[in-house]
């Protein structure tokens, strides 16, 4: 049967109108790296068989990331890249879930060029907002929590005040987030580029609470006010990465 | 499967081949599924959009195919799918 060629070309056919032949596609804000770990990746070269060969995780190629980070960068899969919701998708519903990993397994999607590591020089400044939580009592939230995650990162909703203006907030903070299993509990992380280093830090505090509240209610769903500390549980809360190496000494953590 | 694969036309095709929206207030969708939030897009330039969770929710059912570039997972360390995990 005859077909107007040209006239299906020039439609715009998005993949809810056409799942098979779809000709449009959503861009996302930036293009994401998944990458993986767990204590099976560890040590040890993955198999190179024809069947399974897989190209080693490349060496970051941002200068000053340091020799340690090097090494603990061999042990982190890298699993894909992608720049479309639609590709999202497709690696969504293609990997098990968190509640599915084995112990002390991560998942870390960070913007591309980016290396889940705090020496990258897109993270060396910044820090985390984190949550802990219970394995048993969140094993039927962690993965819809994750996804949220996930979801609030790629479509850029994090941190709303970055394209309002132009100049110094320009820039997302967001560079990755990551969600870790271990034996009694899940935690799920956000890193950010910048943290305030003090009260002169005024404005950058502001932005920086304001991703914690929106990690803390719309995406984990808590209530504003709700205290969440307790056995193996944390609150929704900030640590630069410098005071994260301070091991011991007082942190000046922010809570939400 | 390999089987399950031979059966769908050709999806990877129109995901390599679709092109990037540059204006996402131009695009219709089909009726039921809705745009994404449009102040987030107030200023956007072009393929740089940013999507609320409802919007982008609405292609999880939608868009199942593996990633052509996706490695085998256990060569990774990673255990395969588990199709009834999906389940949320």
Request: include cysteine; aromatic fraction near 10%; hydrophobic fraction near 35%.
């Amino acid at each position: 049967q005859e077909v107007d060629m040209q006239g299906q070309a020039d439609a715009i056919r998005t993949v809810f109108s056409d799942p098979t032949n779809f000709n449009v596609k959503h861009p996302l804000y930036s293009p994401w790296t998944l990458w993986f770990d767990s204590p099976a990746t560890k040590g040890r070269n993955m198999p190179q068989t024809p069947i399974s060969a897989f190209p080693q995780t490349p060496m970051p190629q941002t200068p000053g990331v340091n020799a340690a980070a090097q090494g603990w960068m061999e042990d982190i899969k890298r699993v894909i890249s992608f720049d479309s919701v639609e590709e999202f998708w497709g690696l969504y519903n293609n990997i098990i879930p968190p509640s599915a990993l084995p112990q002390k397994a991560n998942y870390y999607l960070f913007k591309e060029g980016i290396i889940p590591a705090w020496e990258d020089d897109a993270n060396k400044n910044g820090g985390k907002w984190s949550i802990q939580l219970p394995k048993d009592k969140n094993r039927a939230h962690v993965d819809r929590m994750w996804l949220y995650t996930m979801l609030a990162a790629i479509g850029e909703t994090f941190d709303p005040t970055h394209t309002s203006t132009e100049s110094t907030t320009a820039q997302s903070l967001i560079t990755g987030v990551i969600v870790s299993t271990r034996p009694q509990f899940y935690r799920l992380s956000i890193w950010t580029r910048y943290a305030p280093s003090g009260d002169e830090d005024a404005a950058l505090k502001d932005r920086i609470e304001s991703v914690g509240r929106h990690f803390k209610m719309s995406v984990l769903g808590y209530q504003d006010n709700a205290r969440l500390a307790g056995p193996l549980a944390t609150e929704v809360e900030f640590l630069s990465h410098k005071d994260s190496e301070k091991k011991g000494k007082a942190a000046k953590k922010i809570i939400v | 499967t390999d089987a399950k694969k031979s059966n769908i036309p050709a999806p990877q095709s129109a995901l390599a081949t679709a092109r990037i929206i540059s204006d996402i207030s131009t695009v219709q969708y089909p009726e039921g599924v809705s745009s994404p939030r449009p102040d987030l897009n107030k200023d956007a330039k072009e393929g740089k959009f940013r999507y609320d969770r409802d919007f982008l929710l609405q292609f999880m059912l939608i868009c199942k195919e593996k990633p052509a570039s996706l490695p085998p997972l256990d060569a990774i360390g990673l255990e395969p799918i588990d199709p009834s995990s999906l389940s949320m």
